[in-house]
């Protein structure tokens, strides 16, 4: 069965603090790996798609990297406006269905 | 464009009660799929659609129904509402199935069962 672990659960920054968030994964085969954000109130909105290990995409202050057993999304000095709740997911091997992490709720303070 | 159209936006229901929620996407997505989301469980799928008159069962697909008579639309049915039923609703459509294609996530129904 395909797990996704994310940590931490929460985390608070202050504006311009850097960090990194983690996603653990099992799965018999890796299709690829997805990261979302999500405000409070709407539904996710999609990041990043990374394929695989040593993989690395950039969106702004957000850099996503992959390897076999994990992926890390990296803020570099955050902004307020980043504050979301972020997730990841991946795929089965099927490629019908996708397994959600629990997520990481971004708390970025001025 | 639109996107994912998901209505209502709130609802309230008696135990018992059904109800359809409304799915609806203008992106000519293949792919179409419900999940919901619970403090703590994260998001999870109850059903999802390969193609119009193609569905098939998530992880969580008790009490409800689905159909796919159009592309564009992918109604969720409660047959008999239960507390535990109690969740934020997401609709979520993907250009291709095959796990590349990322999900397009419309804003959601919040639904209370009481």
Not at chain 2, 35 to 44: A, I, T
Request: hydrophobic share 30%.
């Amino acid at each position: 069965e395909d797990q996704v672990t994310q940590s931490p659960e929460a985390l608070r920054l202050q504006e311009g603090e850097s960090s990194s968030l983690n996603c653990s994964y099992t799965v018999s085969g890796l299709r690829g790996l997805f990261w979302y954000r999500q405000d409070p109130g709407k539904g996710p909105e999609f990041l990043f798609t990374l394929y695989s290990a040593g993989e690395e995409k950039e969106k702004e202050r957000l850099k996503a990297t992959l390897t076999k057993k994990e992926s890390f999304l990296h803020i570099t000095a955050p902004k307020p406006e980043d504050s979301a709740t972020y997730l990841c997911a991946v795929p089965n091997n099927a490629g019908n269905m996708l397994t959600f992490g629990g997520g990481t709720r971004l708390m970025v303070k001025p | 464009n639109a996107g994912v159209t998901q209505t209502p936006k709130f609802q309230v229901l008696k135990t018992g009660q059904s109800m359809t929620l409304q799915c609806a996407q203008d992106m000519n997505h293949e792919y179409m799929s419900w999940y919901r989301q619970d403090p703590g469980m994260g998001l999870r799928l109850i059903h999802y659609s390969v193609g119009a008159g193609i569905t098939d069962q998530g992880e969580v697909p008790n009490g409800y129904n689905v159909s796919r008579s159009t592309t564009e639309d992918f109604p969720l049915r409660l047959l008999s509402a239960a507390p535990s039923q109690t969740s934020v609703y997401f609709c979520a459509s993907a250009r291709f199935t095959g796990g590349d294609s990322p999900l397009h996530f419309g804003n959601g129904t919040r639904l209370t069962v009481t």
